[in-house]
């Protein structure tokens, strides 16, 4: 499944495109909008995006945890050889250790993603801070050309900005189109 990007230049604007891609077969669960102002969605009944589009958790988490990880296998070594009960610990005692500290390399990188935009999304910065509006089609690829056609007849005020293979997947790169 591909992730579309368009931006649009008003909230009128982005209805009608909603509106548009509802004819066409994209229901909302497939439609995400993201800007600053939210309560404008609000009123107009769009779908806004949501934490997993719009902030850094998951990637900072995974990035957390594999650090989180290599820490742990480095503190089961250091039990390992420092034996610091005086006896051997058992094999699952190394195995806890490397979990929990895992864990809270997970834990303490998704809280700092909490704090991050998305580092997709963050390529827009800017267009949405000065008031634009980001829209995300989710499409399965016989879709695709299809919303790009009906875009380009229907809403040529709207940019075609960028279409991202796996926008889930926090490490795949985003193919830019604009500038």
């Not at 008003?10 to 600053?36: M, Y």
């Not at 957390?64 to 005086?86: S, T, Y």
């Not at 995300?136 to 809403?155: R, S």
């Amino acid at each position: 499944m591909r992730c579309i990007y368009y931006l649009s230049p008003t909230l009128k604007s982005t209805h009608q495109i909603s509106d548009d891609l509802h004819d066409i077969g994209v229901d909302d669960w497939f439609l995400h909008i993201h800007s600053k102002d939210e309560s404008g969605l609000v009123k107009e009944h769009l779908h806004s995006s949501n934490y997993l589009e719009t902030l850094d958790f998951i990637r900072e988490g995974f990035i957390g945890a594999g650090i989180g990880f290599v820490a742990g296998l480095i503190l089961a070594g250091l039990a390992a050889v420092a034996e610091p009960f005086g006896t051997p610990i058992p094999w699952y005692a190394y195995a806890a250790i490397v979990f929990l500290v895992t864990c809270f390399g997970a834990w303490v990188g998704g809280l700092t993603g909490i704090a991050n935009e998305n580092k997709k999304i963050a390529h827009f910065h800017d267009d949405i801070a000065a008031g634009k509006y980001l829209i995300l089609i989710y499409a399965k690829e016989p879709q695709v050309q299809k919303i790009k056609d009906m875009m380009e007849a229907k809403h040529q005020e709207a940019q075609l900005a960028a279409i991202d293979a796996h926008f889930f997947n926090p490490f795949a790169d985003l193919q830019m189109v604009r500038s």
